[in-house]
């Protein structure tokens, strides 16, 4: 029986690893501001995501499962964020300090800390670590010292509630520009530094990085390919030869590579708003369309995977942008302009309506008899 249920657990488990493959990148400007940006794919079911403004003092409590309550604390700081399935389940925001996260999905490989009844007021779920830090923290240096007085754990009542297990990591960066991933592997707390500035899914970090030698070769110049063999000319046939062996699958680990050769050979924004604009070109090349990507036990029995919305962080200028598969139209709030001292959280619909806000300009070039 146990066996059994071993299998079905696992069944369970590998039915879900290929539903996210988002994608997270930095890139810094020559003014000195620092611009995140991810998009978030998810193929079983619409995630219904709503933005959401969590003023400050508000009181929090963390479920851990089989009727147990672990820590309990109100935010410091005012943010707002993603949630999912409408519900605080907090996937991506910006606090009022700047300080700006992505949770993204990581299958296969994440193992949280085990429960300890003596630890409980210091125990939180996985699903509210997001929340907590965006609440609580205004640079990576303190998420830092914290997190190794915690105890993350996973209440599998989450997974009924949302409609899928949530195996997760994080990806978080602050006002100085500084960037941290936070994974749990084998019931044990990592914390790397985010030099590189990307993050996709499985599998780790460190696994990631290390995969990176197998692309020394990539650079952003092609010219210097050209060769001459016995007089024969073996010039490329275009631009871009210098990419040759640029993967460009929607694999987590493909993706990873892209997302680092984009980001690495991006000429430098000038300031915010170039470097906005440039964060959101790279994130078109990471989008996926409905259809592309299906995974399940046979052809007519699937789900997809495909992008729902995208967003992208001012962290200097506190300003939180997004787009969705419905309208591309980009949006944004500015959080300077919030007020984080209202008693209650407050949420509205990412589209007003689900339908592309196209500008019609016809107009333009109608000319009109005088």
Request: hydrophobic residues 40%; positive net charge; aromatic residues 10%.
């Amino acid at each position: 029986m146990k066996k059994a249920l071993a299998i079905l657990g696992f069944i369970f488990l590998t039915s879900y690893t290929s539903l996210s493959a988002c994608t997270s990148i930095i890139l810094k400007t020559a003014s000195g501001d620092t611009i995140y940006g991810r998009t978030m794919e998810w193929g079983a079911f619409d995630l219904h995501s709503e933005l959401v403004l969590v003023p400050r003092g508000i009181s929090f409590h963390s479920e851990l499962g089989n009727g147990k309550d672990g820590m309990k604390w109100k935010n410091k700081y005012g943010f707002v964020a993603m949630n999912a399935v409408k519900k605080p389940f907090i996937t991506d925001g910006m606090n009022e300090t700047g300080l700006t996260l992505g949770v993204l999905y990581f299958p296969g490989f994440a193992k949280y800390q085990s429960f300890k009844e003596a630890q409980k007021a210091h125990t939180l779920n996985n699903v509210d670590l997001s929340s907590y830090i965006l609440g609580e923290f205004k640079n990576v240096k303190q998420i830092k010292s914290a997190l190794i007085k915690l105890r993350v754990v996973y209440n599998k009542d989450i997974d009924k509630a949302f409609g899928a297990p949530a195996p997760l990591h994080i990806v978080v960066v602050d006002n100085t520009g500084a960037s941290i991933i936070i994974e749990y592997v084998k019931g044990k707390l990592h914390i790397y530094d985010n030099k590189l500035g990307v993050m996709t899914n499985a599998p780790s970090y460190d696994w990631q990085i290390l995969n990176l030698r197998n692309y020394p070769q990539l650079t952003a110049f092609g010219g210097h390919r050209n060769k001459n063999i016995k007089g024969i000319s073996l010039a490329p046939f275009g631009a871009g030869s210098g990419m040759l062996g640029l993967p460009g699958d929607v694999t987590p680990v493909s993706r990873f590579v892209r997302a680092v050769a984009f980001t690495a050979t991006a000429i430098t924004p000038k300031n915010a708003q170039s470097g906005v604009n440039e964060v959101s070109r790279i994130l078109n090349n990471f989008d996926i369309p409905r259809g592309s990507v299906r995974e399940g036990a046979s052809p007519k029995d699937y789900h997809l995977n495909f992008t729902q919305w995208s967003t992208i962080g001012d962290i200097k200028n506190k300003r939180y942008y997004w787009w969705t598969e419905f309208n591309r139209r980009m949006r944004v709030v500015d959080l300077k302009k919030l007020d984080f001292t209202q008693n209650k959280i407050v949420t509205i619909p990412l589209d007003k309506t689900r339908k592309e806000d196209i500008k019609d300009r016809t107009d333009a070039l109608v000319f009109h008899k005088k």
